[in-house]
């Protein structure tokens, strides 16, 4: 009887499945676009005919992670303590993206002048050097780090500081060529946790060569072309709403259809920036910032701040997106040109707020020293090891021109998701 039983189950399951075959869709998709045109009929990939390849959608560049797009309540959660009134709450959608998972640390920036010296210009060099003397002060004996932070072997994996807008626009630039140029030298990728691949590839044996063009550079490898699929978009700095987005990480608080357990003042729940769970860490800090005046990182032997300046990149827990330091550590340069009108001028997909349109810089009277206000100045967020606890929240925003630099102002970069409609 249990066996009959088992055997009419194996025929449901098998007539299931066939059922569920017989329904699956025989139209052509961007991954799998068939053998020919449907405009024309012609056969794809034939001897000097048109190319086109199955394709498998890329899974980011090293180091980043996939944000999934969605929707979220975007701008200032807490009291507007500083009376600004620069960030009025809004709904917007965020397309799916790409985000470092870390702040660029000094050994990735050590990696990029290295290259640069190595390929361009003893200008182009100077330009990029982070402005160590940051950390110089008459009142504080900082020294140390003037001379050490960005080059000793033991801050290797500390956040990059000293580096004003556009020196990281720069780098993001550079490391944009320098995958890709990894990529051109052919081979495959390969998964790996965090969306990222290994640059360790050999060429399939007999695969057909990528499709190139010439790059930039002279002299500098061809970069695959666009077609092939296999060619990353560019690393970027994030636009504001991106890393608002992937810092509250919401993902974390939904349960049934689109319903949200809580709001998020920071990247965590709750209203605290310590551990609530029981256990060896309860109580213990989320973030790395100023908690009180003259006050970095707590007692000794009981410092659960961690750092009395910066943190290791990977220090803190992580948030939903698997994103760490989105609050604390060191505050991060976004894309977006600073307007205190940027929530009523932006658009509720996508938003950026880009220079030289709406609310122009000739509107403010920076002239008359009655405003700060032009095309130069950029966004950062996030708060910082000498910040309190009011900056970690991902609503609150700041302005620096874009070719200052602090010891409190670091990066990371982001990239597009291209290929996806979600």
Same mark, same amino acid.
């Given at each position: 009887?249990?066996?009959?039983?088992?055997?009419?189950?194996?025929?449901?399951?098998?007539?299931?499945?066939?059922?569920?075959?017989?329904?699956?869709?025989?139209?052509?998709?961007?991954?799998?676009?068939?053998?020919?045109?449907?405009?024309?009929?012609?056969?794809?990939?034939?001897?000097?005919?048109?190319?086109?390849?199955?394709?498998?959608?890329?899974?980011?560049?090293?180091?980043?992670?996939?944000?999934?797009?969605?929707?979220?309540?975007?701008?200032?959660?807490?009291?507007?303590?500083?009376?600004?009134?620069?960030?009025?709450?809004?709904?917007?959608?965020?397309?799916?993206?790409?985000?470092?998972?870390?702040?660029?640390?000094?050994?990735?920036?050590?990696?990029?002048?290295?290259?640069?010296?190595?390929?361009?210009?003893?200008?182009?060099?100077?330009?990029?050097?982070?402005?160590?003397?940051?950390?110089?002060?008459?009142?504080?004996?900082?020294?140390?780090?003037?001379?050490?932070?960005?080059?000793?072997?033991?801050?290797?994996?500390?956040?990059?500081?000293?580096?004003?807008?556009?020196?990281?626009?720069?780098?993001?630039?550079?490391?944009?060529?320098?995958?890709?140029?990894?990529?051109?030298?052919?081979?495959? @990728?390969?998964? $790996? &946790?965090? =969306?990222?691949?290994?640059?360790?590839? %050999?060429?399939?044996? #007999?695969?057909?060569?990528?499709? *190139?063009?010439?790059?930039?550079?002279?002299?500098?490898?061809?970069?695959?072309?666009?077609?092939?699929?296999?060619?990353?978009?560019?690393?970027?700095?994030?636009?504001?709403?991106?890393?608002?987005?992937?810092?509250?990480?919401?993902?974390?608080?939904?349960?049934?259809?689109?319903?949200?357990?809580?709001?998020?003042?920071?990247?965590?729940?709750?209203?605290?920036?310590?551990?609530? @769970?029981?256990? $060896? &860490?309860? =109580?213990?800090?989320?973030?790395?910032? %100023?908690?009180?005046? #003259?006050?970095?990182?707590?007692? *000794?032997?009981?410092?659960?701040?961690?750092?009395?300046?910066?943190?290791?990149?990977?220090?803190?827990?992580?948030?939903?997106?698997?994103?760490?330091?989105?609050?604390?550590?060191?505050?991060?340069?976004?894309?977006?040109?600073?307007?205190?009108?940027?929530?009523?001028?932006?658009?509720?997909?996508?938003?950026?707020?880009?220079?030289?349109?709406?609310?122009?810089?000739?509107?403010?009277?920076?002239?008359?020293?009655?405003?700060?206000?032009?095309?130069?100045?950029?966004?950062?967020? #996030?708060?910082?090891?000498?910040?309190?606890?009011?900056?970690?929240?991902?609503?609150?925003?700041?302005?620096?021109?874009?070719?200052?630099?602090?010891?409190?102002?670091?990066?990371?970069?982001?990239?597009?998701?291209?290929?996806?409609?979600?």
């Amino acid at each position: 009887m249990i066996k009959k039983y088992q055997l009419t189950r194996a025929a449901y399951v098998l007539l299931a499945t066939l059922a569920l075959a017989s329904c699956k869709s025989k139209h052509p998709t961007s991954v799998q676009p068939g053998k020919k045109s449907t405009a024309t009929g012609i056969a794809y990939n034939q001897k000097d005919g048109f190319q086109v390849k199955s394709f498998k959608a890329p899974n980011g560049g090293p180091n980043l992670i996939f944000i999934e797009g969605g929707r979220f309540t975007m701008g200032a959660l807490e009291e507007d303590v500083m009376n600004s009134r620069d960030n009025r709450e809004r709904t917007v959608s965020i397309q799916s993206f790409y985000m470092d998972e870390t702040e660029m640390a000094n050994v990735h920036y050590l990696e990029y002048l290295n290259a640069i010296q190595r390929d361009s210009s003893e200008e182009a060099y100077r330009a990029a050097l982070p402005d160590t003397t940051v950390w110089s002060s008459q009142l504080s004996f900082n020294d140390s780090y003037v001379t050490q932070y960005l080059r000793y072997p033991g801050y290797r994996y500390y956040p990059v500081v000293g580096v004003s807008w556009v020196q990281a626009s720069d780098y993001a630039a550079w490391r944009t060529e320098a995958v890709n140029n990894e990529l051109a030298k052919g081979g495959q @990728k390969t998964k $790996k &946790k965090g =969306g990222g691949f290994s640059l360790k590839r %050999k060429s399939k044996k #007999g695969a057909e060569p990528a499709l *190139a063009e010439a790059t930039a550079t002279p002299g500098a490898p061809a970069r695959m072309s666009v077609e092939s699929g296999l060619v990353l978009p560019e690393y970027r700095l994030p636009t504001e709403a991106e890393w608002e987005y992937a810092a509250k990480a919401m993902i974390g608080t939904q349960y049934l259809d689109e319903n949200q357990a809580n709001q998020r003042i920071y990247p965590w729940d709750g209203s605290s920036v310590r551990n609530p @769970k029981k256990g $060896k &860490k309860q =109580g213990q800090m989320l973030a790395n910032f %100023k908690r009180g005046r #003259g006050d970095y990182a707590g007692i *000794a032997g009981r410092s659960n701040d961690k750092a009395i300046i910066t943190a290791e990149i990977y220090e803190y827990p992580a948030n939903d997106f698997g994103l760490y330091n989105m609050s604390g550590n060191v505050n991060e340069w976004v894309y977006d040109v600073y307007r205190p009108l940027s929530y009523q001028d932006v658009s509720d997909l996508n938003p950026i707020r880009r220079n030289g349109y709406l609310d122009e810089s000739k509107n403010y009277d920076k002239k008359g020293n009655n405003s700060i206000i032009d095309d130069n100045l950029r966004v950062y967020k #996030g708060g910082s090891w000498n910040d309190v606890a009011y900056w970690l929240s991902p609503g609150t925003r700041r302005s620096l021109t874009q070719d200052s630099a602090t010891a409190t102002i670091g990066f990371r970069c982001a990239m597009i998701g291209v290929g996806r409609n979600r």
